[in-house]
């Protein structure tokens, strides 16, 4: 139980951070912070191979994304053209919508939480059998989905990998 | 089922790691020059900032990696059903209709000359 | 429970103190071994054969100078090292040193976490050891720092794709993702006296694996992350003192943790070295099983010193091509034909 409280509340401060940090950076390296906690999350509740998923491919792959994009951008170049004073009372205002929403939802309805034991008790092998025997056509479909992705970003990145004298050699 | 081993691992590695460095920092002499201070750029002033533009290589390999990682990630779990289905030839169906899909997004990226890095 | 805590902190120490206890023989390998490559004395004054050499490095890394330049960005420039270190002890949570055994009719697993991640855990964990690098390049400030981290991030990450490729073909011999139940599937012997290794049924596996693992850690002939030549250090150029020795600690425990890896994916494990069943008599099983993996663990750190001064350094297209064009390919015909040998076979 403090396990769980720990992880959520690593999670909960690295995604405020995410949202906080005025350095893109700082954002990014707390980005995989949570998703690692995140990952713990899941392994608490019991779906081990989507915690490990989660760090392999969140962690793993996702956030090194993130990261060589700031790097690709030089962030501190674009700042200057930023402004943030006149966009934010839209986003107050939107915000504060979606607040209060939420809250209008929690106080209008009773919850009820699901504790661990109610969960339904999957092993990761019959998630597994699932997935190939039952789910066979999304998962198909899946790579369709991969491969249109490659497709796209290939195609969408040829133009700037023609001229290159943008970007710096290495 | 438990992640307090994960965690004492990660508790010991940050300890150790705050140790030796605090060792170090009350043992260490204390730096004297301002010159220490320097970017380290073979001795010479430093020209320019380090937060430059990089190749857009380097984030064409991290969206490709990433894409075939998730291929990858849902072979995976292929790989360790399969001793224990009952319909092998389904499930060898579903890898060769998946390989064939994996394969041609690879030779997609390989002769869009994405993976070249020469000029 | 209380017994299970107790439990857990042995296995926790044992399994921390056995890399750290043998860094500084692994270092003293790697610098009398490059000596006698290159026909040079290397060390030998402080202690017998200079054994206690790397005792006073340490002590001297202590010692020195603790500088933090004044551009870099300072909480995340101290905070890399130690990440470092941090990230390169978390897999080892999850090695197996011994086959499970029986104490007063308690079963005890020797790694400290088990799960039915098996080797996912310890892959997932390893792969967090690009940000340490990462996290150094950027909060250094240096373009040197910088190039060598991006370039080291995109070559592990591109050898990690190979690597989880020989993967599958790994997990469908096996049919399973613990470590344990892979040792013991390489219990046995073909042909009556090879050991069933999943080296002798992967042997191309083994081999994109093997070259994988030196990706992965930034070693010769991959150490473009440092790459002297062009880049000074790399990554840890400005780092000096105790910081210094802390990449170069988790460096070490890395290239521990992936020929643990590698040893029980396609060595046998913790499988006893031919001749050692003799012992068994004397020895506990598993002290005994224990000494086999760090005695292999130790034959591929000799041979991670050996490449290092035989082999001349890539240029980084070529790294990236070996990576992306031949490896990975050989990966995945690789995958093919286990798949259909093992199909037809039935």
């Known amino acids: 139980m403090a396990i769980d409280i720990l992880l959520t509340v690593i999670c909960s401060i690295f995604a405020l951070v995410v949202v906080i940090s005025s350095n893109p950076m700082v954002s990014a390296f707390s980005l995989l912070t949570m998703f690692v906690a995140m990952a713990g999350i899941f392994f608490q509740l019991g779906s ?38 006149n966009v934010k009372p839209i986003v107050g205002i939107v915000s504060a919508m979606v607040l209060l929403g939420v809250f209008s939802i929690i106080i209008t309805n009773n919850f009820d939480y699901l504790s661990k034991d109610q969960l339904p008790q999957t092993n990761m092998m019959d998630l597994f059998k699932e997935l190939f025997e039952k789910y066979l056509v999304p998962f198909e479909l899946a ?22 004298e943008d970007g710096d050699q290495a | 089922m438990n992640l307090l081993p994960v965690i004492l691992f990660v508790v010991i590695g940050f300890l150790l790691g705050i140790g030796l460095l605090t060792v170090s920092v009350l043992l260490g002499k204390k730096p004297k020059t301002v010159r220490e201070h320097d970017i380290y750029e073979s001795g010479v002033n430093p020209v320019g900032s380090a937060t430059r533009r990089y190749d857009v290589k380097f984030y064409l390999t991290a969206v490709l990696f990433l894409l075939f990682d998730v291929e990858v990630v849902f072979l995976f779990p292929w790989a360790l059903t399969y001793q224990e289905s009952s319909m092998k030839g389904l499930m060898i169906a579903e890898f060769v209709f998946f390989m064939f899909i994996f394969i041609v997004g690879y030779l997609f990226v390989l002769f869009s000359k994405s993976l070249d890095w020469e000029d | 429970m209380i017994n299970e805590i107790l439990i857990l902190l042995a296995k926790v120490i044992i399994i921390i103190l056995i890399p750290l206890g043998v860094l500084p023989l692994i270092i003293h390998v790697e610098r009398r071994g490059a000596a006698f490559i290159q026909k040079r004395v290397g060390p030998n004054r402080v202690g017998p054969f200079g054994l206690l050499q790397p005792l006073a490095d340490v002590v001297k890394f202590m010692f020195k100078e603790e500088v933090a330049p004044s551009h870099v960005r300072p909480f995340f420039y101290k905070l890399a090292p130690i990440f470092a270190v941090m990230v390169a002890l978390m897999p080892l949570a999850s090695i197996p040193l011994c086959a499970p055994f029986i104490i007063g ?117 991959f150490d473009l992350a440092e790459g002297e030549s062009e880049l000074v250090a790399g990554y840890h150029v400005e780092y000096s003192s105790m910081k210094f020795a802390l990449f170069f600690m988790a460096e070490y425990i890395h290239m521990i943790v992936l020929s643990a ?86």
């Open chain 1, 143 to 164: 790579t369709m989905l991969l491969l249109a992705s490659v497709v796209t970003v290939v195609s969408m990145l040829k133009k700037s990998l023609g001229n290159n």
């Open chain 3, 261 to 346: 890896v590698f040893i029980i994916l396609f060595f046998g494990g913790y499988n006893l070295l031919p001749g050692m069943s003799l012992l068994e008599n004397m020895i506990p099983l598993p002290i005994l099983q224990t000494a086999s993996l760090i005695i292999k663990v130790g034959l591929m750190i000799w041979l991670f010193v050996w490449v290092r001064w035989s082999l001349p350094r890539l240029r980084y297209d070529q790294l990236m091509d070996l990576g992306w064009k031949r490896l990975l390919p050989l990966g995945i015909i690789n995958l093919i034909i286990t798949v259909a040998f093992i199909y037809f076979q039935k």
């Open chain 3, 105 to 221: 009719g308690e079963t005890i697993f020797p790694e400290s976490f088990r799960s039915s991640m098996g080797i996912f855990y310890v892959f997932a964990a390893a792969s967090l050891g690009s940000y340490a690098i990462l996290i150094a390049g950027w909060a250094s400030n240096n373009k040197f720092s910088m190039l060598g981290a991006i370039r080291a991030s995109a070559q592990m990450v591109s050898y990690e794709l190979s690597m989880s490729i020989t993967l599958v073909a790994m997990f469908f011999l096996y049919g399973t993702n613990d470590l344990h139940q892979m040792v013991a599937y390489q219990n046995e012997t073909i042909l009556g006296f090879l050991p069933r290794w999943g080296f002798f049924y992967q042997p191309i596996a083994t081999v994109i694996f093997l070259v994988g693992i030196f990706a992965e850690s930034n070693r010769l002939p």
């Open chain 1, 48 to 85: 081990t191979f989507i915690s490990a998923i989660q760090v392999l491919v969140y962690a793993g792959a996702i956030a090194i994304l993130f990261i060589f994009v700031l790097m690709l951008l030089n962030i501190d170049d674009y700042k200057k053209h930023l402004s943030r004073n």
